[in-house]
C-alpha cells in the first residue's frame, strides 16, 4: 500500500460530516498503488502526476469523482454524470460508510479500470468550443466590439467554453445582456470567468 501523504491529512482531520467515509475510500484508493496529493483543496489521486480519481465531499453524500469516467465500462451502473455539462469525469456516490464497505472490489475495479485507461494514453473527445451554443446577445457584442471578440478567441478553449455556458444559462434576454456586459472587462483583460 502507498503511503498516506501528510499534507493530505489535513483534510480528513478537518473533515467533520463524512471523515469515516473518506478515511474508507483513502485506504481503498491507496491499496491501489496511487500516489495522494492535495489539489483544489480534496485529496487527489494520480499516476505519474496524471489525475486519477479525486475525493469530495457535498451535503447530500461524498464521492469519488474519476477524472476520465466517461471513458470506464460501467458494468455495475454507479458511474454518474454531475450536470450535463460535465463531459468527461464520472462520480459514484456514497451516503454512509456501509455502502463503501459493500461495493470495496468493485471500487477497486473502477481504480484499475481508470489507471488503465490512463495508462494506455486514451484521451476524452470534448466538444470543441463551436459545438457550444453563442448566445444572440453575445454574438452581438462581439460584432459591436472587434477589441472583445480578439481578446474572446485569445482565451483559452476552457475559459470561452465557461463564458458560453454562463452567458446561456438564463432564459430571459435581459439576464444574458446584464451577464455579459458584467465579464466584458475580465475577457478584455484576458481572464477567464472564475479569475
Not at 454512509?96 to 486514451?122: D, F, M, R, T, W
Request: proline share 3%.
Amino acid at each position: 500500500m502507498n503511503s498516506i501523504n501528510p499534507k493530505v491529512d489535513f483534510f480528513f482531520n478537518k473533515a467533520t460530516k463524512w471523515q469515516k467515509e473518506f478515511n474508507q475510500l483513502r485506504t481503498i484508493i491507496l491499496a491501489c498503488g496511487l500516489k495522494e496529493e492535495l489539489k483544489w483543496g480534496q485529496p487527489c489521486y494520480t499516476l505519474e502526476a496524471r489525475n486519477i480519481v479525486l475525493m469530495h465531499g457535498f451535503k447530500e453524500y461524498c464521492a469519488l469523482l474519476f477524472f476520465k469516467g466517461v471513458l470506464l465500462k460501467d458494468t455495475h451502473g454507479i458511474l454518474i454524470q454531475q450536470t450535463e455539462n460535465v463531459q468527461a469525469a464520472r462520480q459514484i456516490r456514497f451516503t454512509n460508510g456501509k455502502e463503501i464497505n459493500k461495493q470495496k472490489s468493485i471500487l477497486k475495479s473502477y481504480i484499475q479500470q481508470a489507471i488503465e485507461v490512463e495508462k494506455a494514453g486514451i484521451k476524452v473527445k470534448l466538444k470543441k468550443t463551436s459545438e457550444y451554443h453563442l448566445p444572440e446577445e453575445f454574438h452581438e457584442k462581439l460584432v459591436e466590439m472587434p477589441a472583445l471578440k480578439n481578446a474572446f478567441s485569445a482565451l483559452t478553449p476552457g475559459r470561452q467554453r465557461a463564458y458560453l455556458f454562463y452567458f446561456s444559462q438564463p432564459k430571459q434576454s435581459k439576464t444574458r445582456e446584464s451577464r455579459i456586459e458584467k465579464c466584458v472587462r475580465k475577457i478584455l483583460e484576458g481572464k477567464g470567468l472564475n479569475d
